[in-house]
C-alpha cells in the first residue's frame, strides 16, 4: 500500500487567487478527514467524510473553504479568495471503518503559502 | 470541548538517553493517537491507544484514561527519533484534537 497521497505538495499564490488541493486516501478507506497545521501547533480538524458523504465540518471551515469526495475515493478542498491567514499546511488523513473509531493514517501535507 | 495538554513542550537529550512524554487530556476520551512529526511535516502513527499499554520497539504507550492521561516512552533515544510528538484524542468522533506537541532533541 501507497499510504496517503496529496497534491500539490506546495503551492504559493497571490491573494484573492482560487486554489485547489487534491487527496488520496489509502485504498480501501472508506473515511478522510482534512485537517490545517499552522506555524508551531498541532493540526486542527477541518471536515471528513465516510465515503461520499460529508459527515462533520469545523466552524473553521468558513464559506470561502469547500471540500468533496464525489465518489468517496479521492477528495478535493478547495480555498477562494486565499487570505494571507490561510497560509498552512492542509494535512489529509484517511481511516477504515464501519462502526466505532479508527486509526487515521496521514499524507505528507500541502504546504500553502499567500502573499 | 476536550483541552490536551502535553509536557515538557521542549527536551533536548543526548543519544542514548531515555525519555517520558505527557499528554493529559480534559474529559472522556475513547479515541487516541500518538504521532511522530519529522522535519518534513510528515506525521508518522506510533499508537493507538485509548487505554491499555502497547510497545513497539524502543517505543511503549500507557493510557489510563479513568484519570484522563497518556504517556509515551522513548528508550536509548536516536537521532532519528528527534521531531515534534503529538497526542490527538477524541470522543465519539472521529475528528482528533491535538495537542500543541513536544518538540525532541536528540544530540550524538
Known amino acids: 500500500d501507497t499510504g496517503v497521497s496529496q497534491d500539490p505538495r506546495h503551492k504559493i499564490t497571490k491573494r484573492g487567487q482560487n486554489v485547489t488541493f487534491r487527496c488520496d486516501p489509502i485504498?480501501?478507506?472508506?473515511?478522510l478527514y482534512w485537517y490545517r497545521q499552522t506555524l508551531g501547533q498541532g493540526p486542527e480538524f477541518l471536515t471528513y467524510?465516510?465515503?461520499?458523504?460529508?459527515?462533520?465540518k469545523s466552524r473553521l471551515l468558513s464559506n470561502r473553504f469547500s471540500a468533496e469526495r464525489p465518489k468517496g475515493s479521492f477528495s478535493t478542498l478547495e480555498i477562494q479568495r486565499t487570505e494571507q491567514g490561510d497560509s498552512a499546511m492542509y494535512l489529509c488523513?484517511?481511516?477504515?471503518?464501519?462502526?466505532?473509531?479508527?486509526?487515521?493514517?496521514f499524507g505528507p501535507g500541502t504546504r500553502l503559502t499567500v502573499t | 470541548g476536550i483541552q490536551v495538554e502535553q509536557s515538557p513542550p521542549d527536551l533536548i537529550l543526548q543519544e542514548g538517553a531515555n525519555s517520558t512524554l505527557r499528554c493529559n487530556f480534559s474529559?472522556?476520551?475513547?479515541?487516541l493517537q500518538w504521532f511522530h512529526q519529522n522535519p518534513w511535516g510528515q506525521l508518522i502513527n506510533l499508537f493507538y491507544?485509548?487505554?491499555g499499554t502497547k510497545q513497539n520497539g524502543r517505543l511503549s504507550a500507557t493510557t489510563v484514561a479513568t484519570e484522563r492521561y497518556s504517556l509515551l516512552y522513548i528508550s536509548s533515544s536516536q537521532t532519528t527519533d528527534s521531531g515534534v510528538y503529538f497526542c490527538?484524542?477524541?470522543?465519539?468522533?472521529?475528528?482528533?484534537?491535538f495537542g500543541t506537541g513536544t518538540r525532541l532533541q536528540v544530540f550524538p
Open positions: 488523513a484517511s481511516s477504515y471503518g464501519t462502526g466505532g473509531l479508527y486509526e487515521q493514517y
Open positions: 485504498s480501501e478507506h472508506n473515511r
Open positions: 467524510f465516510q465515503n461520499e458523504a460529508q459527515l462533520e
Open positions: 474529559d472522556s476520551v475513547n479515541n
Open positions: 491507544i485509548p487505554s
Open positions: 490527538a484524542v477524541g470522543y465519539n468522533t472521529d475528528k482528533l484534537i
